[in-house]
């Protein structure tokens, strides 16, 4: 149980295009889900925290109009980066969290390189 | 602000051998759950063990266990006869458990080698 996946695994645009990740909770429902940056051996930089049904809480830093996030259901949380910048190439990590569970599950992270 | 600080940026240890990874953190709060998470070359973020900090008894998962040193805020992870899979960036982490933020803070890893 608590199966996290991401859509895509690797993904390489074009600078000025947006690009749209996502992340599923396959075997729970998540209320909450996250989202992080994690830059070569670095650790993971928590960039929004997602509840279903509403607005993302974004951390001190975060631009939310490039790096947007939408909560729609209680098994999918999108990340679209909006005209991506080389600076945009990160690997990015989502996680998820179930209602009664204190653990975060995460997904096998996109890695995203801008042109 | 509650900090989590690794102290050992790379650790190696002989494969059947034993090896204990530090982490020490800074809270106010007196109850929250701490964490270590496994990330292999995969850069699957994987839960190695948790543990609550009300509960004094040591969470222990087959060859992991760990040491939490409540008033000395410390969490160190006991990886016993260490196979070569166990080589990956170890994350301790914190959480609380009541209001706020529900984010995980993270360390900046401990990266162990296990040498066959």
């Known amino acids: 149980g608590a199966v996290v996946s991401q859509h895509p695994s690797r993904v390489i645009c074009k600078s000025g295009t947006s690009v749209k990740i996502e992340c599923r909770s396959l075997?729970?429902?998540?209320?909450?889900m996250f989202w992080y940056r994690q830059f070569p051996k670095q650790s993971l930089m928590l960039m929004a925290t997602?509840?279903?049904?509403?607005?993302?809480?974004?951390e001190q830093g975060v631009e939310k109009d490039k790096f947007l996030i939408n909560h729609a259901s209680l098994t999918l949380s999108t990340l679209t980066v909006t005209s991506a910048h080389p600076e945009d190439s990160s690997f990015y990590i989502c996680?998820?969290?179930?209602?009664?569970?204190?653990?975060?599950?995460f997904g096998p992270g996109t890695r995203l390189t801008v042109l | 602000a509650q900090t989590v600080t690794q102290s050992q940026p790379e650790m190696s240890v002989q494969e059947a051998e034993t090896v204990t990874l530090s982490c020490t953190y800074d809270t106010s709060e007196s109850d929250y759950y701490l964490f270590w998470y496994k990330q292999p070359p995969s850069r699957q973020m994987i839960l190695v063990i948790r543990q609550e900090a009300y509960k004094q008894q040591n969470a222990t998962e087959n060859r992991f266990s760990v040491n939490f040193q409540k008033a000395a805020k410390s969490f160190s992870l006991k990886i016993s006869d260490s196979q070569l899979g166990d080589a990956a960036m170890y994350f301790c982490?914190?959480?609380?458990?009541?209001?706020?933020?529900?984010?995980?803070?993270f360390g900046k890893g401990t990266k162990l080698t296990v040498n066959p």
């Open positions: 997602s509840n279903e049904g509403s607005k993302a809480t974004y």
């Open positions: 982490a914190y959480r609380r458990t009541q209001g706020g933020s529900e984010k995980l803070v």
């Open positions: 996680s998820a969290r179930s209602p009664g569970r204190d653990t975060q599950y």
């Open positions: 075997d729970f429902q998540a209320t909450t």
